[in-house]
């Protein structure tokens, strides 16, 4: 069974940072490509960031370029989410994925495996 448990959510103040973390089970976790996905209130799912599973380069929304940074922990089958300098405009649920899929990363169509989401509100 496959399972992707995402945690480190929570309350922060804007500029502050929080960083998450996806813990995966149940698949070739070196062989998926992991991506982060956020989706906030009355809104579509979003692209946030992704690493791929071939040492490829890490991508990223335009709109978190430069604040977040994903990494990967293969030996432990986790991948990470640091978000710094948050603004309101971050406040969402944030979702990891898993895919065998290097192309499509960004679209949410890629992925076959979800987690439940983890609350992140920033207070401005």
């Known amino acids: 069974q496959v399972q992707l448990v995402e945690s480190g959510g929570g309350l922060v103040q804007a500029g502050g940072s929080l960083r998450l973390a996806c813990a995966v089970s149940g698949l070739s976790f070196n062989w998926h490509s992991l991506g982060w996905f956020r989706q906030a209130v009355r809104k579509d799912r979003e692209f946030v960031g992704a690493v791929p599973w071939n040492d490829g380069n890490t991508v990223y929304a335009d709109s978190v370029q430069g604040r977040f940074t994903i990494a990967r922990d293969n030996a432990r089958n986790t991948v990470y989410l640091q978000m710094n300098n948050l603004t309101s405009e971050d406040t969402a649920i944030y979702y990891c994925?898993?895919?065998?899929?290097?192309?499509?990363?960004?679209?949410?169509?890629?992925?076959?495996?979800w987690g439940q989401g983890t609350q992140v509100t920033v207070a401005s």
């Open positions: 994925a898993a895919t065998r899929n290097i192309v499509e990363m960004r679209s949410t169509a890629a992925y076959e495996h």
